[in-house]
């Protein structure tokens, strides 16, 4: 129950693709709100995921990965990441376990005009000898800024009560934004699209995933006790719908196999998903259908 001096508030998590922002907001949260790969640029919307304990409710904001903008959806993928460093409490940004490189000093330059707490946070320690850490901490050390610099495994759980406890630390005291049930901000139906999304990101390669976006067209009617859902994978070009539909329909069975599991994982019931593919040529540099599918740089402001 909320106490007295109960804290609360928003955290963002930034740093380059793929350094595992999205694997630590699930960590956090204790479910998987925010799809996670090993591929570059999988998360390319703000979602958030909350974490609520007896002391604290802390809303952990993850963003797209920051690099040189290539298109459309990557320049709204950039801004979507650093229009929430202005309203946040808190950002943590996160990189590899290595020196400090092109990349990072690029998002350490920026973060120095941020005037909240920046945390450092150096993940994957699980995959380096503990030798090493202290040069690589001390690389960072050496940019200065930084209010903290906190290594941490977000797949082992490798000191993510000190994180917690930290981040206790400069939190102001403040309401309980949402109820303790609520693990995210974004709609049912925007994760079970992203969960499609995952698949196509584990089943498929090259420029496919980059080039692929899910949309949910319904999900509210029961038929047979079970909840049907029909959903729209878009592409770039004629190919690589025969890529997603494979020989024989296989792909695309497998990827509907794999995303219905972890949707009734989600919702917790029995779910009939059924799956379209289209092209729509050049989306990705489309403003006109990326505001359709959600991605709206409006929805930032
Ligand atoms: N060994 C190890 N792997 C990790 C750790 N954290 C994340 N990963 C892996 O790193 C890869 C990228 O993780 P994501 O969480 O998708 O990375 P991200 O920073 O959200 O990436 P973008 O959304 O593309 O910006 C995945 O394969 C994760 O399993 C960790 O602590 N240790
Ligand atoms: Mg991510």
Redo the contacts with the bound molecule.
Sequence with gaps: MEEKDFKSGFVA?I????????????YLVGQKV???????????NRISGIYTSNKMQVVFV????IFKPHSKLDDYMDKASLSSLNDVDLVLF?VEPEEIGKGDQYIADLLKEVKVPVFLVI?????IHPNKLLPIMDSYHKLEGFKEILP?????G?GIEDLLGTINKYLPEGPQYYGADQITDRPEYFVVAELIREQILVLTSQEVPHATAVAVDHMNKHERGKLVIEATIYVEKDGQKGIIIGKGGKMLKQIGINSRKEIENLLGEKVNLRLWVKVQYNWRSDPGFLKQIGYDKKELS
């Design positions: 998590l740093g380059r693709p793929n350094v595992g922002k999205s694997t630590l907001m699930n925010a799809i996670t790969s090993n591929k570059p640029q999988t998360t390319r993850d963003t797209p990965g996160m993940n994957k320690v699980d995959q941490i495994s977000a797949t082992q490798i």
